[in-house]
């Protein structure tokens, strides 16, 4: 790709990314955060993470439980109440192997 975009452009269009795959996280729910950690070895949780560590990069106050409820589109504890489910025996020794790789 030789076009030349423009840091306010690449911003936008970086932002207008990030609210695309909120939404889809969003829209399925059914996806555990387990199964996200064990796929691609980083979760919703990681995601808050780092969404913090941006805000406080930027000088911009945002308290943990904030990070997570922007990227979770509710309130941490609500949403591991409606959503969560327990990990199976096999999402575990998934997870596991994975952390040792």
């Known amino acids: ?12 269009l ?13 829209d399925h729910k059914e996806v555990q955060n387990i199964d996200l950690m064990i796929l ?4 919703r949780n990681c995601l808050g ?5 941006a805000a406080d990069d930027l000088g911009v106050e945002v308290s ?3 990070a997570r409820e922007r990227i ?3 309130p941490y504890s609500q949403w591991k109440e409606k959503h969560q489910q327990p990990a ?5 020794a998934a ?3 994975r952390q040792k790789k």
């Not at 790709?1 to 936008?12: A, L, P, S, Y």
């Not at 199976?88 to 575990?92: A, T, V, Y």
């Open 95 to 97: 997870f596991e192997a």
């Open 14 to 26: 970086d932002a207008a990314t990030f609210r695309r795959l909120l939404k889809h996280l969003n």
């Open 40 to 43: 691609a070895n980083f979760c």
């Open 72 to 74: 979770y589109g509710m």
């Open 1 to 12: 790709m030789n076009t030349q975009i423009d840091q306010e452009t690449q911003d936008k």
């Open 64 to 66: 943990d439980n904030e």
């Open 88 to 92: 199976s025996e096999e999402q575990l």
């Open 49 to 53: 993470k780092w969404y913090k560590t």
